[in-house]
């Protein structure tokens, strides 16, 4: 595909990876048509209103002057020369890859898709679920030899204020050299760097190495802060030392427990297809999975072990947490470590308060029934009054130093807050 030849590009999904590359494509003059299941989300976009942080509404505005257009109507597909396919991959409730979205978008396109278009998967998933799973049902009506079909990871860092989708490189690997050619052209044409890989396997594989690395790494100093506390090393002062060295090491801090889409997700679809296609499981995920989902776990022992040093017992004590989104200064609780920690607090008769101020009200689905919580208004005056207060995630509004004279007791999970007197760290 020429950059000078006229590129009409539809982008199903206008979610937090969707909307800032129909954006970033619009930029460059493309002719981009966003297909979502939402017609309050497509009737917000075609208003200028954007939805997703790292897009204003003005570079929203410019697009739209450019010639974005956001549709429900899949009949737009047939007029596309090129497909991206931006759809969540969840985790289902059995802890398996959830790729209902997939399947239903892939059907979709099948129904509209003419011969000689360019079809791009994006969503993170297992290495094999382009070939198997994704193209035939993109070639429902067109053979699959009259189309191109590729796999390219998404690679958004919500709320990151330097890397976009224009300075972040690309991985693409296609089912074939012409369509990873293809591929490689039509987003040549708004990123900078592109990387080729052998095919979409490869490219399938390359995001899960990505996020299995952080994955399992955040369970390497998850489990060495409870041996460190066992055996009274302190492992923030460590970690700060072994950060120091300038080559071959990348320093992960221990937490509460892994959140958000991708970290604890993307892990498990790996797993699954080892087990499914190997018939064993991928030893060292399930290990890192193990010692992050008990994290929080490990929070409510550490807490309990504070209470009873000051006479409180679990019952009816007070307990404030403070940050409930799965990392600082985002407003997503997706996966968020700080749910189980508060159902368990509660589960031990705990009197449970927080304060997020991204999370004015909190809703999550505790076993059998949906529990909201308003946030408290005045998170200082909170902690005076609680007999422990848990700094779940530090956002960068909190401050530090009045929380500590506010706190009757402060438990950091995220080693942010020099230890004192009132003051006790992971
Ligand atoms: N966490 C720790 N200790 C750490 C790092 C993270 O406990 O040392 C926890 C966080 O609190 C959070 C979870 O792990 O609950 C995930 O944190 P993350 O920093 O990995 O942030 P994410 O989930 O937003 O990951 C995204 C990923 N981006 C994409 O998949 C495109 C990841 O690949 C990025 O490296 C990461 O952002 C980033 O660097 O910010």
Known sequence: MKSEEPLHLVIVGLGYV?????????????????????????DSVNAGRSHIGDVSDRMLGEALTNGLQATTDPVCIAEADAVIVCVPTPLADDGGPDLGAVRSAAWQIGQFVRPGTLVVLESTTYPGTTEEIFAPLVATKV??????????????????????????PKVVGGLTPRAADRAVAMYSRFIDRIVRTKGAAEAELAKLI?????????????????????????????????????????????????????????????????????????????????????????VVARVQELLNLVGTPTIDARVLLLGVTYKPDVADLRETPAEPLADRLVELGCSVSYHDPFVPV?????????????SVEDEYAAACEADVTILVTNHHSYDLKRLVGAAQLLFDTRGVIPPGDNVVRL
């Open 143 to 168: 053979p699959l030899e009259d189309l191109d079909i590729a796999f390219s990871p998404e690679r958004v860092n919500p709320g990151d204020p330097f890397f976009g989708v224009k300075n972040t």
């Open 362 to 374: 909190w809703q999550r689905r505790t076993p059998g029934e949906w529990t909201t919580m308003t």
């Open 210 to 298: 990505e996020n299995t690395f952080r994955h399992v790494n955040i369970a390497l100093v998850n489990e060495m802060a409870r041996l460190s506390h066992d055996l009274g090393i302190d492992l923030w002062d460590a970690i700060a030392a072994a950060e120091t060295k300038p080559f071959g090491f990348m320093a992960f801090r221990p937490g509460p427990g892994v959140g958000g889409h991708c970290i604890p997700v993307d892990p498990a679809y790996l797993n699954y297809r080892v087990r499914a296609r190997l018939g064993h499981s991928f030893r060292m995920v399930e290990l890192a999975e193990e010692i992050n989902h008990s994290a929080p776990m490990y």
């Open 18 to 42: 969707g909307l800032p590359m129909a954006v970033r494509a619009a930029q460059e003059g493309i002719r981009v048509t966003g297909l979502d299941l939402s017609q309050t989300l497509v």
